[in-house]
């Protein structure tokens, strides 16, 4: 599948893909990453179109982003072990809508692959 300008917008929050959910908001959603690279990956994203971090005018949307990847961390216990919030910009940013990664574990392979 090419990726998508917008894949948030354009498949998982219009159910072209099929996700496995692991926690939901009224602005917020949560899920296994489709092709994880970490022993846990998890997507965090705002339901709302939201292009990038520097654009993000409601900063409420954050709190409910973060409270979120606190529960979660939490609930799998991550604390415990280990774990990363990850966000990217720039040219880094493959998807043009603001999304987090939630990860822990290992690395299943390298980035630059």
Not at 1 to 20: G, P, R, T, W
Not at 41 to 49: A, C, E, L
């Amino acid at each position: 599948m090419k990726q998508a300008k917008d894949f948030y917008c354009d498949f998982v929050l219009n159910s072209k893909i099929a996700v496995e959910v692991i926690k939901e908001t009224e602005n917020v959603l949560a899920y296994y990453h489709t092709k994880p690279n970490w022993t846990i990956h998890i997507v965090i994203i705002p339901k709302k179109h939201i292009t990038r971090l520097i654009e993000l005018e409601d900063m409420n949307i954050i709190q409910e982003i973060f409270t979120v990847a606190k529960e979660i961390i939490k609930e799998k216990k991550l604390a415990e072990s280990n774990y990363k919030i990850i966000t990217n910009g720039g040219s880094f940013q493959e998807s043009q809508h603001l999304h987090f990664h939630l990860v822990s574990g290992e690395a299943r392979k390298s980035f630059n692959e």
